[in-house]
């Protein structure tokens, strides 16, 4: 796969997270994966790299724009940064078959979680769900313990497990676009903290790192203009639906071949 068409769908990839509050590792990974690179020590690293600049990147205009909630944010992103670097100390001891067995999983069960949503509520809702009825003490109490769990998947298969968090920013009530946003701060933390656990190993191919990260660039910003704006988001979530879906069956039986091979 050439590098720039890589890139290029690394931005198209970028812009389509981004309006959803999401990282684009989930994706990143399995690009940079069927381009030939190392799973582990290349694939995983440079896509979480990859995922924390994209959600950063958007943070500047949701910032701005007054829709990251940080005081509710911040104690699911702390979490996530304690576990995270322990999931990437933790990968390079397992074998290859099983991360790649564990990163279908988690891409399925992000597919089963998108199909589920686009049918059952619209991302383009006015409104989240009803506020949670639980006392502050466990609202954070929730916060920590999902930031804790996000924290370790991430850093262990180079994701930002956004399908997680945003879910679950949608059940405490928060509305969409500051779900979406509050989202990415929490996924950027995420990301960097695990980024953090591989640095004494990483070894990113330099220019492929480099054009990825400019389209990475490029793409968080198309989407977070997408997300501010008042465009009807629904052929996003089409799109990221039937594309997270059809990695998820690729991935799958990658995995069960190299299981049962």
Not at 1 to 12: E, K, S
Not at 161 to 180: D, M, R
Not at 228 to 254: F, H, M, N, Q
Request: glycine residues 14%; proline residues 7%.
């Amino acid at each position: 796969m050439p590098r720039r068409f890589t890139a290029g769908v690394i931005l198209v990839v970028s812009s389509i997270f981004v309006v959803l509050g999401l990282g684009g590792g989930i994706l990143f990974v399995p690009i940079l994966h069927w381009m030939g690179y190392d799973l582990q020590t290349v694939a995983i690293p440079l896509g979480l790299l990859l995922n924390g600049l994209n959600t950063m990147l958007a943070l500047i205009p949701y910032g701005r724009a007054g829709l990251v909630d940080w005081k509710g944010g911040w104690p699911m992103a702390l979490a996530a940064a304690a576990t995270a670097p322990i999931g990437a100390l933790v990968q390079p001891l397992l074998p290859s078959g099983t991360v790649l067995a564990l990163f279908a999983g988690a891409v399925t069960v992000a597919a089963l979680r998108a199909l589920w949503g686009a049918r059952s509520r619209p991302w383009s809702s006015a409104m989240g769900r009803e506020p949670s009825k639980s006392g502050p003490l466990l609202r954070n109490g929730f916060r920590v313990g999902i930031g804790a769990v996000v924290g370790f998947v991430g850093g262990l298969l180079g994701i930002g497990a956004g399908f997680v968090v945003a879910p679950a920013f949608l059940s405490l009530g928060y509305p969409p676009k500051q779900t979406a946003a509050t989202t990415a701060l929490v996924v950027t933390v995420c990301s960097f903290a695990g980024v953090a656990g591989y640095a004494p190993r990483l070894d990113f191919p330099v220019a492929v790192a480099v054009l990825s990260a400019l389209a990475v660039v490029i793409g968080s910003q198309v989407g977070a203009r997408l997300m501010l704006s008042d465009a009807k988001p629904s052929w996003i979530t089409r799109g990221y639906v039937v594309i997270l879906v059809g990695v998820a069956i690729k991935l799958v039986w990658e995995a069960s071949n190299s299981v049962f091979s």
